[in-house]
T-cell receptor, first 116, second 117 residues
Framework: AQTVTQSQPEMSVQEAETVTLSCTYD???????LFWYKQPPSRQMILVIR??????QNATENRFSVNFQKAAKSFSLKISDSQLGDAAMYFC?????????????FGTGTRLQVTL | GAVVSQHPSWVICKSGTSVKIECRSL??????MFWYRQFPKQSLMLMAT?????????EQGVEKDKFLINHASLTLSTLTVTSAHPEDSSFYIC?????????????FGPGTRLTVL
């Protein structure tokens, strides 16, 4: 079974600074998808960024980028120019690329605080 | 696009009663829907996966008779918490997926907060 580990329960960053959230995972599969989701106080899950394992290029979405190290099974999220609205819980998630279930396995989450 | 709604957004009920939560995909057909439970300050725990017209597949440790899931159409799934007790109080989130593989993206509903008195 796949597992996802987020070793940072809480992180803090000053506005306009850069922060990196860590995520490691364990799998025996060679093809899969990795995600970072944001859950603000409203509790609505928002997809931040997606990475397909077969792609070597790291995904980027505006101020959000990932550092995907397949051999190390590491998938960190970098938030540049942090904004107050980035404060939220961030969940790393894994999804297999095969089968009909397409279940997501979530990490335990990292709470990000953004300070002035 | 890819909007998922949940109703109600919050519900309070008495112990022993049943509560139904609806999950709808508003602008796409969902071949698969997922139900999650989230306790305060914790991650999402998958309860079950349902495919339209089929019986739901429950995760280990989830009581099938307590958490009844029906996926009657490609746009609607319901979760019924039967004979609810205070320990069932939680935040329930559904997600819907239009397909598998590259099309297996999950789109999340806004969640339902259940409080059992």
């Amino acid at each position: 079974a796949q597992t996802v580990t987020q070793s940072q329960p809480e992180m803090s960053v000053q506005e306009a600074e850069t922060v990196t959230l860590s995520c490691t995972y364990d799998t025996s599969e060679s093809d899969y998808y990795l995600f970072w989701y944001k859950q603000p106080p409203s509790r609505q899950m928002i997809l931040v960024i997606r990475q397909e394992a077969y792609k070597q290029q790291n995904a980027t979405e505006n101020r959000f980028s990932v550092n995907f190290q397949k051999a190390a099974k590491s998938f960190s999220l970098k938030i540049s120019d942090s904004q107050l609205g980035d404060a939220a819980m961030y969940f790393c998630a894994y999804r297999t690329s095969t089968g009909t279930a397409s279940k997501l396995t979530f990490g335990t989450g990292t709470r990000l605080q953004v300070t002035l | 696009g890819a909007v998922v709604s949940q109703h109600p957004s919050w519900v309070i009920c008495k112990s022993g009663t049943s509560v139904k939560i609806e999950c709808r995909s508003l602008d796409f057909q969902a071949t698969t829907m997922f139900w999650y439970r989230q306790f305060p300050k914790q991650s999402l725990m998958l309860m079950a996966t349902s495919n339209e017209g089929s019986k739901a597949t429950y995760e280990q440790g989830v009581e099938k008779d307590k958490f009844l899931i029906n996926h009657a159409s490609l746009t609607l799934s319901t979760l019924t918490v039967t004979s609810a007790h205070p320990e069932d109080s939680s935040f329930y989130i559904c997600s819907a997926s239009p397909g598998t593989g590259i099309w297996g993206e999950q789109f999340f509903g806004p969640g339902t907060r259940l409080t059992v008195l």
